[in-house]
């Protein structure tokens, strides 16, 4: 199926481990889509993807993301230098802070890329990288984070199959329907008609420092992710040894939770613009293009918005061909484009202004229709 090749680059290896699990062949008389899909635009998209590979937009340009890791680092040493030499007073404090913000931001939208296997061809070389960037560099498991995110890939934005929409109903109300489903059964364990309000205060500055921090060391405890766990620590102690070095206890433990709240608010409000605003609800069973068109839209581009994104305003690009790397995403869209223009699908673009403003929208949206579901019906 379409998921299967899109997640897969050594299809030969993976098929494999497949062959124990069929259980026989289709009948020649047998439709092998299912008819609620649609059956031209399947065809399509897999006469597209074959013309991608031709392309050679799925290889790698290794100096992209090796000058791109080289960045990392070179900020990732800044911020501990600013301390070293000009002291722990409130301005170098603040800069180093920032510093240290971006360097770890754009640390993740790296080990994005090697946890999709887009930076090299060997699938072994992306897991050895992905576990220096995301376990040593950001301090989190990379088997955690594969686990989850290969999930949202094929189901974005399906309830109980998406876990980055778990926080719908225990925190926010997400969608039209889930929202007004969740009013008409009375059911309520946040004030939701005010939940474009508190957003600013929770999921954005409180993600990481807090759910993610646990959760992580949750996963990979419970899963036996002993490589990671010692990976992961990696982290920790060479971030409080060498600022332990220049600040005391307190300064330190402050410093690690402002930039890990920073960091948080960044990456909420970037991966968040892509999906809140989209339709979110169940399992509807569609296509592969149909599902993930429903649940993503993009930025627009600019120098700025591809790295402050790590080229996440291709959204609906790196949904369709995850594998793909993301410095060809600009080449594709085209192609994207008028795939759908063809089958009368919406292909949304917005200003990065816009997409902010519009994850706030959905959700007051959101709670106002929960609110009078639950009064009214």
Same mark, same amino acid.
């Given at each position: 199926?379409?998921?299967?090749?899109?997640? @897969?680059?050594?299809?030969?290896?993976? !098929?494999?481990?497949?062959?124990?699990?069929?259980?026989?062949?289709?009948?020649?008389?047998?439709?092998?889509?299912?008819?609620?899909?649609?059956?031209?635009?399947?065809?399509?998209?897999? &006469?597209?993807?074959? *013309?991608? &590979?031709?392309?050679?937009?799925?290889?790698?340009?290794?100096?992209?993301?090796?000058? @791109?890791? +080289?960045?990392?680092?070179?900020?990732?040493?800044?911020?501990?230098?600013?301390?070293?030499?000009?002291? *722990?007073?409130?301005?170098?404090?603040? =800069? !180093?802070?920032?510093? $240290?913000?971006?360097?770890?931001?754009?640390?993740?939208? $790296?080990?994005?890329?090697?946890?999709? $296997?887009?930076?090299?061809?060997? /699938?072994?070389?992306?897991?050895?990288?992905?576990?220096?960037?995301?376990?040593?560099?950001?301090? +989190?498991?990379?088997?955690?984070?594969?686990?989850?995110?290969?999930?949202?890939?094929?189901?974005?934005?399906?309830?109980? #199959?998406?876990?980055?929409?778990?926080?719908?109903?225990?925190?926010? *109300?997400?969608? #039209?329907?889930?929202?007004?489903?969740?009013? =008409? #059964?009375?059911?309520?364990?946040?004030?939701?008609?005010?939940?474009?309000?508190?957003?600013?205060?929770?999921?954005?500055?409180?993600?990481?420092? /807090?759910?993610?921090?646990? @959760?992580?060391?949750?996963?990979?405890?419970?899963?036996?992710?002993?490589?990671? $766990?010692?990976?992961?620590?990696?982290?920790?102690?060479?971030?409080?040894?060498?600022?332990? !070095?220049?600040?005391?206890?307190?300064?330190?433990?402050?410093?690690?939770?402002?930039?890990?709240?920073?960091?948080?608010?960044?990456?909420?409000?970037?991966?968040?613009?892509?999906?809140?605003?989209?339709?979110?609800?169940?399992?509807?069973?569609?296509?592969?293009? !149909? /599902?993930?068109?429903?649940?993503?839209?993009?930025?627009?581009?600019?120098?700025?918005?591809?790295?402050?994104?790590?080229?996440?305003?291709?959204?609906?690009?790196?949904?369709?061909?995850? /594998?793909?790397?993301? @410095?060809?995403?600009?080449?594709?869209?085209?192609?994207?484009?008028?795939?759908?223009?063809?089958?009368?699908?919406?292909?949304?673009?917005?200003?990065?202004?816009?997409?902010?403003?519009?994850?706030?929208?959905?959700?007051?949206?959101?709670? &106002?229709?929960?609110?009078?579901?639950?009064?009214?019906?």
């Amino acid at each position: 199926q379409d998921a299967f090749v899109a997640f @897969h680059v050594d299809k030969a290896l993976v !098929s494999k481990y497949l062959k124990p699990l069929q259980i026989g062949e289709l009948a020649p008389d047998q439709p092998s889509i299912e008819p609620d899909k649609n059956e031209m635009l399947v065809k399509d998209f897999r &006469e597209l993807r074959e *013309t991608v &590979e031709k392309m050679g937009l799925l290889e790698p340009n290794q100096l992209f993301f090796l000058l @791109h890791l +080289a960045h990392i680092l070179l900020l990732d040493s800044a911020a501990w230098l600013i301390l070293f030499y000009f002291g *722990t007073s409130l301005m170098p404090f603040v =800069i !180093s802070l920032l510093v $240290l913000t971006i360097s770890q931001v754009q640390a993740s939208w $790296l080990q994005h890329d090697l946890g999709h $296997l887009s930076v090299f061809r060997k /699938t072994k070389w992306n897991h050895l990288l992905h576990k220096f960037v995301m376990c040593h560099l950001i301090g +989190a498991s990379a088997k955690w984070w594969t686990l989850l995110h290969s999930q949202h890939h094929a189901k974005p934005n399906c309830f109980h #199959k998406d876990p980055d929409i778990d926080m719908h109903p225990f925190l926010f *109300t997400l969608g #039209k329907k889930l929202s007004v489903e969740l009013g =008409i #059964k009375k059911r309520k364990y946040m004030p939701y008609n005010h939940q474009h309000k508190y957003f600013f205060i929770t999921l954005p500055p409180l993600l990481f420092p /807090t759910y993610f921090h646990c @959760h992580t060391f949750y996963i990979a405890y419970t899963k036996r992710y002993w490589a990671d $766990l010692a990976w992961m620590m990696t982290f920790y102690i060479r971030f409080f040894y060498i600022y332990g !070095s220049l600040l005391e206890i307190k300064s330190v433990l402050a410093y690690y939770f402002i930039f890990r709240m920073l960091e948080s608010s960044w990456f909420v409000w970037v991966s968040q613009m892509n999906h809140i605003p989209m339709d979110i609800y169940y399992d509807k069973n569609l296509d592969w293009v !149909s /599902t993930q068109l429903q649940a993503t839209c993009n930025v627009e581009q600019s120098l700025f918005n591809d790295w402050f994104t790590g080229h996440l305003n291709f959204q609906i690009e790196h949904h369709l061909f995850p /594998t793909m790397p993301r @410095h060809n995403y600009w080449k594709v869209a085209p192609l994207v484009k008028s795939l759908c223009a063809k089958h009368g699908l919406e292909y949304q673009c917005k200003p990065l202004l816009t997409a902010f403003a519009d994850i706030v929208h959905s959700l007051k949206s959101s709670g &106002e229709l929960w609110l009078d579901a639950y009064l009214h019906k």
